[in-house]
């Protein structure tokens, strides 16, 4: 099975550096020097790491056979693809690969349905599950311990607790106006 790993930015320096946009948990393990990685658009692979450090927060990697800057920046948007075992679990009890997400039926604490995960969109500040509903609309939920309190492989579904707004239109909206209007 095939997993994301990361996505090339921009080339960092003049020997053929860039910088990468992490999407694994585990990248000392996905990214490693000697990892050998396919890649989307796959005309672009299969690329070879050869060196990778932290600059400023950032993950640096060079691959064999990129040299210099401008075979580096022919690489912007790559995406860099592991070959991963089907039945291979995340290291900690609570993460989880994309994989093992999608298609799980999302119903709230109480049992109410509310669809199946289609998407997982990963952000900046915390990933998103893509929900489709059962009339055919999209919700998104974040996935974060406080909305989504249960993951049940076993039982394919993924419960939450949705805050009023998320999944209908009962969002409550509270200003300072509203308090001084009451006060």
Do not use: C, W
């Not at 000392?28 to 396919?38: K, Q, S």
């Not at 900690?92 to 995960?117: F, K, N, P």
């Not at 990933?127 to 059962?134: A, G, K, N, S, T």
């Amino acid at each position: 099975m095939q997993l994301v790993v990361a996505r090339i930015g921009r080339a960092h320096g003049i020997q053929g550096e860039v910088t990468v946009e992490v999407r694994t948990d585990e990248p000392e393990l996905r990214l490693a020097p000697g990892a050998v990685l396919a890649t989307d658009p796959a005309a672009t692979g299969p690329l070879t790491i050869e060196t990778g450090r932290v600059h400023s927060g950032r993950l640096l990697l060079r691959f064999e056979g990129v040299k210099d800057r401008t075979a580096a920046e022919a690489l912007r948007n790559t995406l860099l693809i592991a070959e991963v075992d089907p039945d291979e679990l995340p290291e900690e009890e609570d993460e989880y690969y994309d994989h093992q997400l999608m298609d799980l039926d999302v119903v709230t604490a109480d049992g109410i349905e509310v669809g199946r995960i289609t998407e997982i969109s990963h952000l900046p500040s915390q990933d998103l599950f893509i929900v489709e509903r059962p009339d055919g609309s999209e919700v998104m939920i974040p996935f974060v311990e406080a909305i989504v309190t249960e993951i049940d492989l076993e039982e394919q579904r993924a419960v939450i607790t949705p805050p009023p707004g998320l999944i209908d239109d009962n969002a409550e909206i509270a200003s300072a106006r509203d308090a001084e209007a009451e006060g």
